[in-house]
């Protein structure tokens, strides 16, 4: 297999993993769904997937043709409409029957937050993401068991999670909730990408 189809396979796998966790969890609710949503992650980590909000802390300026992980930023794009992809293809073999966690009142959230107070709250997810990915690859999986359940009872948006909620409920918005959704999302995908790189504020610049 060549590498384009790799980069896409393993794009679009990485938004599925995220869509078996959005699944789980509103499958089960509550601390339980918020721990087992952590398997997603852990999947993208150990196959060294490529995710949107795993990959955005090696994207920062100008590409360093020195450094093997380093992206470009129309790579990242790539990459973010590939778990999209993925992870709204999901939707199509879960069971809404069996959801305890209304994904539409996520969404509801979401909109009556507006996009400035989703871009931010998105922050600390992206943070949250880079701490598990860093600390995972050094072997040490605490912050992503611990940090992926306090995301989700924190309610910070995930951009790409957010597509399963987005297309679980999709029959019940209306064109006005698309229209809100439209400003929203980008801002989450900025909150996102910013709180990857917040680290480069006070990480030495050998750890970047």
Same mark, same amino acid.
């Given at each position: ?5 790799? $980069?896409?396979?393993?794009? +679009?796998?990485?938004?599925?993993? %995220? ?6 969890? !509103?499958?089960?609710?509550? !601390? ?6 952590? =398997?997603? !992650? ?15 802390? $090696? ?11 380093? !992206? ?6 790539? +990459?973010?409409?590939?778990? %999209? ?6 939707? =199509?073999?879960?069971?809404? &029957? ?17 996009? $400035?107070?989703? *871009? +931010?709250?998105? %922050? ?22 611990? *940090? ?15 597509? $399963? ?6 029959? &019940?918005?209306?064109? &006005? ?32």
């Amino acid at each position: 297999m060549n590498d384009t189809l790799r $980069f896409i396979f393993s794009a +679009i796998t990485a938004g599925a993993c %995220i869509g078996i966790a959005a699944t789980t969890y !509103l499958q089960l609710g509550g !601390l339980g769904g918020c721990a087992l949503f952590a =398997l997603g !992650l852990m999947a993208v980590v150990y196959f060294e997937l490529h995710l949107f909000t795993g990959k955005s802390q $090696f994207c920062w300026g100008r590409r360093k043709k020195d450094n093997k992980d380093s !992206l470009s930023y129309g790579r990242l794009a790539a +990459i973010l409409a590939l778990n %999209i992809i993925g992870c709204a293809a999901m939707t =199509l073999v879960s069971d809404p &029957s069996g959801f305890i966690v209304d994904p539409g009142a996520i969404v509801g959230k979401r909109i009556a937050d507006g996009w $400035f107070e989703s *871009g +931010i709250r998105s %922050i600390p997810c992206g943070f949250i993401m880079t701490l598990s990915v860093r600390s995972a690859r050094s072997g040490l999986w605490w912050p992503l068991i611990f *940090g992926v359940p306090s995301f989700i009872i924190c309610s910070f948006p995930h951009c790409v999670a957010d597509i $399963f909620y987005y297309a679980a409920c999709a029959p &019940s918005l209306s064109a &006005s909730d698309w229209v809100a959704l439209a400003g929203v999302y980008p801002a989450t995908v900025v909150g996102n990408y910013l709180g990857c790189n917040i680290y480069r504020s006070f990480s030495p610049k050998r750890q970047h």
